[in-house]
């Protein structure tokens, strides 16, 4: 069974960039069909979903994020990577990787999630 | 502000039935797969139905997805003490060109 394993610094100073890596557990990073996602859920929040990368390197990302965001996949060290600029209190939260599928878009594997703090 | 619209929260007693809503718009729901999720709390969501009605291997059949224009529906049947979680909906926008989550629903099982 795939498992995701997120990681990175659990604090991270505002106006800095926070960097995470999902990696995967097993070769199926170029499943075609499929995609990774990183999502994050804010304290006592909802998720959001932030964008995703395929094993060719497309990626797609949130309107509200897009100027700060990046996402990336290296399928030799069968990782993901995400990177946010200038954060600030609004990026705490725990973030997580995750699978989906083109056009069904359900997230049927997950990672644990990391807690991400930004301190002024 | 979520893009889907779910209730904050909803109760029911063990053994009944509870329905969770999830509103949308011609954009997501109406032309897309709905998905849902189950978040016990400190732990990460877990995929309960995809394709709007399909359950995941090991998901029991207490579980049930629905879909009807611009809003779906989970069911849960039932009810356990277990079923406590926050509970929500997703999917794809076609606008925004990107994936949305409701803002969640939290079910007490009283």
């Known amino acids: 069974q795939l498992q995701l394993q997120e990681s990175g610094p659990g604090l991270v100073t505002a106006s800095e960039t926070l960097s995470l890596t999902c990696t995967l557990s097993?070769?199926?990073?170029?499943?075609?069909?499929?995609?990774w996602a990183w999502i994050r859920q804010p304290p006592g929040k909802g998720l959001e979903w932030i964008g995703l990368?395929?094993?060719?390197?497309?990626?797609n990302t949130s309107p509200s994020l897009r100027s700060r965001v990046s996402i990336s996949v290296d399928t030799s060290k069968k990782t993901i990577s995400l990177r946010v600029t200038s954060v600030t209190a609004a990026d705490t939260g725990v973030y997580y990787c995750a699978r989906a599928q083109r056009e069904i878009d359900a997230f049927d594997i997950w990672g644990r999630g990391i807690l991400v703090t930004v301190s002024s | 502000q979520s893009v889907l619209t779910q209730p904050p929260s909803v109760s029911a007693a063990p053994g009944q039935k509870v329905t969770i809503s999830c509103s949308g718009s011609?954009?997501?729901?109406?032309?897309?797969?709905v998905s849902w999720y189950q978040q016990l709390p400190g732990t990460a969501p877990k995929l309960l139905i995809y394709e709007n009605d399909k359950r995941p291997s090991g998901i029991p059949d207490r579980f049930s997805g629905s879909k009807s224009g611009t809003s779906a529906t989970l069911g849960i049947t039932g009810l356990q003490t277990g079923d406590g979680a926050d509970y929500f909906c997703g999917t794809w926008d076609t606008s925004l060109d990107a994936g949305v989550f409701g803002g969640g629903t939290k079910l007490t099982v009283l």
């Open positions: 097993s070769d199926s990073i170029t499943s075609r069909p499929f995609y």
């Open positions: 990368v395929y094993f060719d390197g497309e990626t």
């Open positions: 011609s954009s997501n729901i109406e032309n897309k797969y």
